[in-house]
Structure formats: structure tokens, C-alpha cells
């Protein structure tokens, strides 16, 4: 297992749309393994495999709080098999936007289908934190960040922001 490098924008692959996986194999499964201690170690509570410039459908979750039990999900090309008409907002973070926030609004809950870390398909409904994070890290796998949901004058606004930073710590 491996602590793996976090992509941040503006950075190319992380616009990639990411292929689907063949079959959920060892090597899958290290990748996995791997997504899940970076995960753990940023802290976050999801990642998509772009993130640490694997373009594969796969993503890992744990939604579960600090004092409680971990509950790790493993989700490999999933896909939505409904999703609600009503909308809620919530404050969203990301990995690859560091320290940036604003609210988005999506669908208050979601069902997918997806294989698990032993390629079984599955499905999954979910609302709440759990509903917003799928919808999150699903929008990775198309390269979207939840930033190309709000107003252009926003997305830009933390786009500069980020930019900046990455130019002060290229000069060191
Ligand atoms: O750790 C994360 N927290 C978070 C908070 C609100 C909405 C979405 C997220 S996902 C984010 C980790 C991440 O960037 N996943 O892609
Ligand atoms: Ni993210």
C-alpha cells in the first residue's frame, strides 16, 4: 500500500473522461488499496482514481466520522440508475481544489449500480453526505470538478486563486 500524489488544478488530466475498467483483478484491487490510505492520509472522504492520474471509473468512499468505525466503499464503473427530482445544496471541498469551498446543488439522492473490490455488481441508494460524494467523485470520472458548477465569474475566481499558488510554489 502507498500514499500516492494528489492532482491539482488547473492540471490537465484531471479534465481526462476516464476509461472503464475491464475486470476488477489484483492489480485493480492494489489501485484501490492504494486509493484508499491516499484517501485516508489527506484526509478526505472520497477519491476518484484521476486524482492520483489513474484514468479509470473507480472511486473509493468512507463517509464514516472520526470516532466512529471506518466504513470503506470500493466502486468500480458505476453508473446512475435513477436519481431524485428534488435538489439539495451543500458545502463541497475537493482534494484537487485545496481549501476551496462553495455550495453546489444536485440531486438530494442517487441509486447506482457498480462492481465492488471482488467485482461483484452491486447497487447502492444513498442520500445525504453519501448521495453528494457519489455524485462528487462520479463527476471525476468525466472530469468535472463540483468548481464547473457554479457561475464562470466563481469558477475562475478560485481557478486564479489556484494558479497563483501553484506558480509561488513552483519559485519556491
Ligand atoms: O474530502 C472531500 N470532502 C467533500 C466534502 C463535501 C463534498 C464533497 C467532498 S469530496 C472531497 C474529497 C474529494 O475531492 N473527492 O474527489
Ligand atoms: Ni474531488
Redesign the pocket.
Known sequence: MAVLPIITAPDKRLEAVSAPVAAVDDAVRAQLDDMLETMYAAP?????AI?VGIPKRMLVIDIAREDEEKQPLFIVNPEFTWVSDDDKV?E?????LPEQYAEVARPAAVKISYLDYNGEQKELQADGLLA??LQ??MD?LDGILFIDHLSALKRNMILRKLLKQKRLVEAG
Open positions: 478526505g472522504i472520497g477519491l476518484a486524482q451543500y463541497e471541498g475537493c482534494l484537487s453528494v460524494c462528487h467523485e471525476h
